[in-house]
T-cell receptor
């Protein structure tokens, strides 16, 4: 596709449930990032995949968060046992390589009831 | 974590006027990027400026970078109602670390 695609656009779920968020990066982009945007914390980095290297997980807020990237393309961010503080917009970005602009999807707005 | 701060937090201007916003950061950087976010949407990339560059232009946008002061500015000339959005600066450290650290953003309202 022309841009980074994220699904679903919106997700409402009950506290304690698990959620999966999907990101389809721009074709040919080797690097993929997940960020979170919330009212209290602004925009913050979560996790980064670059080619076949081990992901940089340094931004994940707890062990309830995990992500994988299959076949060097699509990525799934999983949040287990969701809490209300997980409510945020989750943004995915990709870029062609070092020093290149990151291009963002429209995000998934996650609401935990 | 937030790398730095943006100033002002909010800006309201008349259509046709120029808008200037500033971004300060704390640690050495490799690249600095400016993004625009319309309400409820993703981030749109505007300009990337490298640490060895001082100024860059793209259409009505002008970005400056002063690494000695750890600051950058974004100027939007001849603003339009469609420029109404939030603007964020973001930095990376380079050296295989390209994750972005964002400022808190400036909300710009352009009045018709």
């Amino acid at each position: 596709g022309a841009g980074v695609s994220q699904s679903p656009s919106n997700k409402v779920t009950e506290k304690g449930k698990d959620v999966e968020l999907r990101c389809d990066p721009i074709s040919g982009h080797t690097a993929l990032y997940w960020y979170r945007q919330s009212l209290g914390q602004g925009l913050e980095f979560l996790i980064y995949f670059q080619g076949n290297s081990a992901p940089d997980k340094s931004g994940l807020p707890s062990d309830r968060f995990s992500a994988e990237r299959t076949g060097g393309s699509v990525s799934t961010l999983t949040i287990q046992r969701t809490q209300q503080e997980d409510s945020a917009v989750y943004l995915c970005a990709s870029h062609r390589g070092p020093g290149q602009p990151q291009h963002f999807g429209d995000g998934t707005r996650l609401s935990i009831l | 974590s937030q790398q730095g701060e943006e100033d002002p937090q909010a800006l309201s201007i008349q259509e046709g006027e120029n808008a200037t916003m500033n971004c300060s950061y704390k640690t050495s950087i490799n690249n600095l990027q400016w993004y625009r976010q319309n309400s409820g949407r993703g981030l749109v990339h505007l300009i990337l400026i490298r640490s060895n560059e001082r100024e860059k232009h793209s259409g009505r946008l002008r970005v400056t970078l002063d690494t000695s002061k750890k600051s950058s500015s974004l100027l939007i000339t001849a603003s339009r109602a469609a420029d109404t959005a939030s603007y964020f600066c973001a930095t990376d450290k380079g050296s295989n670390d390209y994750k972005l650290s964002f400022g808190a953003g400036t909300t710009v309202t352009v009045r018709a």
